[in-house]
T-cell receptor, first 112, second 111 residues
Framework: DGGITQSPKYLFRKEGQNVTLSCEQN?????MYWYRQDPGQGLRLIYY???????QKGDIAEGYSVSREKKESFPLTVTSAQKNPTAFYLC???????????FGPGTRLLVL | QKEVEQDPGPLSVPEGAIVSLNCTYS??????FMWYRQYSRKGPELLMY??SSGNKEDGRFTAQVDKSSKYISLFIRDSQPSDSATYLC???????????WGAGTKLIIKP
């Protein structure tokens, strides 16, 4: 089945710890995105990548880092510099030259 | 003022009713308009995609864009309890621009 997978479904972070959220797609899409969703708010863009080995900051990149070494994979690291990381994190992808994005099931990050 | 405004609801209607969900926006350069449905604790799924003005129909769903009023709507006919979800609007100027999202409207269909 083609689609986007995110793991884990739930993730717990301790103070001062970096954690990495996984996102994999087998849709052969060029572009990939990371969003953060807080209760009652829309999606806020963290980082996006339109091609392998290249990525750009979104609106709320501080405290996060990404890599894009393979077309299929776009992991997000939540660093200890992100002081309020509790949120629902969504990964999306889109074919080149199109506006529509397709989403994974999300990862819920909680702070211990 | 946000670029895209969407009433967060919740909007509660009885089963079988016609539902109207709306977004207003301020950027007249937006050309591409989307509606996504998001069930609780799930990722959003694309429901409707419209380019420029006009209507688009898909089964029980109709998307309407009025660029002169900077207003888009999603209509759901014969609403079902399974339609209960949060509906997010999103729009873009084009493929080299990011999607701008509304905050989402929570819809509850009562059996």
């Amino acid at each position: 089945d083609g689609g986007i997978t995110q793991s884990p479904k739930y993730l717990f972070r301790k103070e001062g710890q970096n954690v990495t959220l996984s996102c994999e797609q087998n849709l052969n899409h060029d572009a990939m995105y990371w969003y953060r969703q807080d209760p009652g708010q829309g999606l806020r863009l963290i980082y996006y990548s339109q091609i392998v080995n290249d990525f750009q900051k979104g609106d709320i990149a501080e405290g996060y880092s990404v890599s894009r070494e393979k077309k299929e994979s776009f992991p997000l690291t939540v660093t200890s510099a992100q002081k309020n990381p509790t949120a629902f994190y969504l990964c999306a992808s889109s074919p080149g030259q199109t506006e529509t994005q397709y989403f994974g099931p999300g990862t819920r990050l909680l702070v211990l | 003022q946000k670029e895209v405004e969407q009433d967060p609801g919740p909007l509660s209607v009885p089963e079988g009713a016609i539902v109207s969900l709306n977004c207003t926006y301020s950027n007249s350069a937006f050309q591409y308009f989307m509606w996504y449905r998001q069930y609780s604790r799930k990722g959003p799924e694309l429901l409707m995609y419209t380019y420029s003005s006009g209507n688009k129909e898909d089964g029980r769903f109709t998307a309407q864009v009025d660029k002169s009023s900077k207003y888009i709507s999603l209509f759901i006919r014969d609403s079902q309890p399974s339609d209960s979800a949060t509906y997010l609007c999103a729009m873009s100027q084009g493929s080299n621009y990011q999607l701008i999202w509304g905050a989402g409207t929570k819809l509850i269909i009562k059996p």
